[in-house]
């Protein structure tokens, strides 16, 4: 019975493409009446509101989707990133890298540098002490992993095979704060968590995030399920400007509940269009094996009435 989770950011209202992915791990985990986490990445100060650990949490009761006690902060755990920092440390597995996003741009669409195809070229990797030193004193350092190089591969339920040779990706940002991929993988073995569903803007990630398990000596999930995107009419990620995006914008509209899920889960699948529905009635119906069965799904684009602004025209 794998442990699911869900873990949002609690910098906003969530949209409607959170609410389908957290729907799809919330089933994936209580078909098998597994547990199911609610964890809040809380660790980018400057955008977390406190409103919405709140807000985030209400929205998914109101879809009927519970979760097991206790519900994690991330903010509350950074002594357990730093001790894992420092068994990266000891390994001699991080450097100081003082590039400026611009730098890493411009060095890694140079020809010959050697790192083609990465992100990061290594610009820091082989800097000798005096010369850390020098650029310490022009801005403060964030740490990367070396694993520029490295092939990892997955095998993803809905978003099919992905391999990713990686860079020498960040895992403390420069201002003292442990970054996503080290922090996730942390969080997700010290909680158990076994089955990974997320958007599949995070695919990439879970080939970065193998490594750390492997070098932590942390055990890996068993499993992985990516769950498209919910973009809006332009192609573009769900925001504010393109209207009715939130539970709390759709139910001013007069939408209930039961509609919304209904949408969320007939656009991927689960129930007809147009029907009404309870998490209760999609966990009577959900078959794991079906659903993987139609994969790959592809990231669903709304149209632009069904955006119309409170008070303007259009409904389910």
């Known amino acids: 019975m794998p442990t699911g989770r869900f873990a949002p950011s609690p910098t906003g209202r969530l949209h409607l493409g959170n609410l389908r992915t957290a729907v799809v791990a919330w089933l994936y985990a209580r078909v098998d009446d597994s547990p199911f986490l609610l964890r809040f990445e809380d660790l980018d100060s400057g955008s977390v509101r406190h409103r919405h650990y709140r807000t985030q949490a209400e929205d ?17 755990r950074l002594e357990c ?24 741009r411009e060095a890694a669409s140079a020809p010959n540098h050697g790192y083609r195809g ?9 800097l000798s002490s005096r010369e850390r030193t020098d650029r310490a004193r022009e801005r403060p350092a964030a740490l990367r ?21 990686l860079d020498d990706f960040v895992v403390q940002r420069n201002d003292g704060t442990p970054a996503y991929h080290l922090a996730v993988v942390v969080d997700d073995a010290a909680q158990g968590v076994e089955m990974i569903v997320r958007a599949d803007d995070l695919v990439e990630s879970a080939c970065r995030q193998i490594v750390l398990y492997d070098l932590l000596d942390l055990p890996r999930p068993t499993g992985y399920a ?12 769900l925001a504010k400007r ?4 939130d539970l709390d914008d759709r139910r001013a509209r007069g939408e209930t509940p039961a509609q919304i899920l209904g949408f969320l889960a007939s656009s991927i699948g689960l129930c007809e269009p147009g029907e009404p529905v309870t998490a209760e009635d999609l966990l009577e119906r959900f078959d794991r094996n079906r659903f993987v069965a139609r994969a790959p799904y592809k990231p669903t684009i709304l149209p632009p009435d069904f955006l119309s602004k ?3 025209t259009g409904r389910l």
Do not use: K, M
């Open 226 to 237: 990516h769950v498209p995107l919910v973009l809006a009419p332009d192609g573009a990620r």
């Open 145 to 165: 992993l070396r694993a520029g190089g490295t092939v990892r591969r997955i095998n993803d339920e809905l978003a099919g095979s992905h391999e990713l040779t």
């Open 60 to 76: 998914l009761a109101v879809l009927g989707l519970d979760w097991d006690e206790p519900v994690v902060n991330q903010s509350d």
């Open 242 to 245: 393109h209207g009715a995006v």
């Open 118 to 126: 990465h992100h990061y070229p290594g610009t820091c990797a082989g």
């Open 81 to 104: 990133y730093r001790e894992a920092l420092d068994r990266l440390r000891e390994q001699d597995l991080v450097y100081p890298c003082f590039c400026s996003r611009r730098e890493i």
């Open 310 to 312: 409170v008070g303007e």
